[in-house]
């Protein structure tokens, strides 16, 4: 069952380009690929669960979810 039954079908995309549109009035350079790899990102930095991460970004192998996340770069800035 959808999550929200009364929005139209097409209103998931609807929100996301009114998303990147006001992401682009911030600044042009940015895009949701960067806003979601950094909200994980911060995820990570306070919940370094795996498990959890992988939940909320749909990723379902570690290790490509260590890449996508530069892992070894945020225990570098950590210590």
Do not use: C
């Amino acid at each position: 069952d959808p999550l929200f039954p009364s929005d139209p079908p097409n209103a998931p995309r609807q929100r996301q380009a009114r998303l990147l549109q006001i992401l682009r009035e911030v600044d042009p350079s940015l895009n949701l690929r960067a806003m979601r790899r950094g909200s994980l990102q911060a995820l990570a930095a306070v919940e370094p669960d795996l498990s959890k991460i992988r939940q909320f970004s749909g990723h379902t192998n570690d290790e490509t979810l260590k890449r996508y996340l530069d892992w070894g770069k945020m225990a570098r800035m950590r210590n």
